[in-house]
């Protein structure tokens, strides 16, 4: 992998784990858009999102963990009122 396109990657893990889902370019294939999809962890204190570009096949998979911010899977705040 290129240091540009690694770059890239860690650019969409950020992104996505502030909450930023749509319209993410594939780092591997610039003409392709990334699907992003949440999977929630067991007592949802983390998940998971897989980023997959169906046009060319690159994915990863970001690791989340909950910290009174936003849930994996519904995007909604975490913070207790």
């Known amino acids: 992998m290129a240091p540009d396109e690694a770059r890239a990657w860690i650019d969409v893990a950020i992104r996505v784990g502030r909450g930023e889902r749509e319209d993410r370019l594939c780092p591997a294939r610039p003409d392709g858009y990334l699907t ?3 999977i929630p962890a067991p007592g949802g204190e983390a998940g998971e999102y897989e980023a997959r570009c169906p046009a060319g096949g690159a ?6 963990r ?4 936003r849930s994996p899977t519904t995007g909604k705040s975490g913070a207790r009122r």
Do not use: H, K, P, W
Not at 59 to 64: E, K, Q, R, S
Not at 66 to 69: H, I, L
């Open 59 to 64: 994915a990863d998979v970001l690791l989340t």
């Open 66 to 69: 909950r910290t009174g911010s």
């Open 36 to 38: 992003v999809r949440g």
